[in-house]
């Protein structure tokens, strides 16, 4: 069955949200995520991957910040496909018709696995920093032009997604006590 690859449209909503949850599942963080940027229309650039008219990839772009605030390129995060239509090479179809349609202007960023996202161009930079790389060495750059060293800053809903399913998972262990 062909897929087809284009911008994510309003009623892709629930749909995109779902594929979210079950790629990511048991974690809600990254639908969560989503769900507020969605919402308070922080999202850059967003894509679907469908076939035979199910929404089956999702992938999304939102603002990477210079401490001040200054835009300076584009966070990727997250990108998922639903684990039954998983390594047909949806994931990468999806990321190259991103990579195409945002074009070269624009710096991206991403942390993730080096041996996925190297395929795609993306190289490690030291020169900067995630606060959500822990171990190191994940925080990767497409296109890096001139971008002074330091942190890449997030929409703050990166930090509220944290919170909302950290409350919820206290909220869940006190009913069941
Ligand atoms: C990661 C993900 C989006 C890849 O989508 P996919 O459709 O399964 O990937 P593809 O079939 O296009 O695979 C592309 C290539 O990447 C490789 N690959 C896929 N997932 C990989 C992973 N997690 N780590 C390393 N390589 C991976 C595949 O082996 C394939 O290599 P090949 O071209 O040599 O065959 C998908 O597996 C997924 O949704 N995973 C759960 C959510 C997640 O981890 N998202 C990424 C972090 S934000």
């Given at each position: 069955?062909?897929?087809?690859?284009?911008?994510?449209?309003?009623?892709?909503?629930?749909?995109?949200?779902?594929?979210?949850?079950?790629?990511?599942?048991?974690?809600?963080?990254?639908?969560?995520?989503?769900?507020?940027?969605?919402?308070?229309?922080?999202?850059?650039?967003?894509?679907?991957?469908?076939?035979?008219?199910?929404?089956?990839?999702?992938?999304?772009?939102?603002?990477?910040?210079?401490?001040?605030?200054?835009?300076?390129?584009?966070?990727?995060?997250?990108?998922?496909?639903?684990?039954?239509?998983?390594?047909?090479?949806?994931?990468?179809?999806?990321?190259?018709?991103?990579?195409?349609?945002?074009?070269?202007?624009?710096?991206?960023?991403?942390?993730?696995?080096?041996?996925?996202?190297?395929?795609?161009?993306?190289?490690?930079?030291?020169?900067?920093?995630?606060?959500?790389?822990?171990?190191?060495?994940?925080?990767?750059?497409?296109?890096?032009?001139?971008?002074?060293?330091?942190?890449?800053?997030?929409?703050?809903?990166?930090?509220?997604?944290?919170?909302?399913?950290?409350?919820?998972?206290?909220?869940?262990s006190a009913n069941e006590e």
């Amino acid at each position: 069955m062909a897929v087809a690859y284009r911008r994510a449209k309003e009623s892709d909503f629930s749909d995109s949200i779902e594929v979210l949850k079950q790629a990511f599942a048991p974690s809600c963080y990254e639908a969560t995520l989503v769900a507020l940027l969605w919402r308070n229309e922080k999202i850059s650039a967003h894509y679907v991957a469908t076939e035979a008219g199910k929404l089956v990839g999702y992938i999304a772009y939102s603002l990477g910040m210079a401490p001040g605030g200054l835009p300076i390129g584009l966070h990727l995060a997250p990108i998922a496909v639903h684990p039954a239509a998983q390594r047909r090479g949806i994931g990468r179809g999806l990321l190259n018709h991103s990579l195409d349609d945002l074009g070269s202007g624009v710096p991206l960023f991403v942390l993730g696995e080096p041996a996925f996202y190297g395929r795609f161009g993306f190289v490690p930079d030291p020169t900067l920093h995630s606060c959500f790389d822990e171990t190191g060495g994940n925080f990767q750059v497409l296109g890096r032009g001139i971008i002074a060293p330091g942190e890449v800053l997030y929409e703050p809903e990166f930090h509220q997604a944290f919170n909302e399913v950290a409350d919820r998972t206290v909220n869940k262990s006190a009913n069941e006590e």
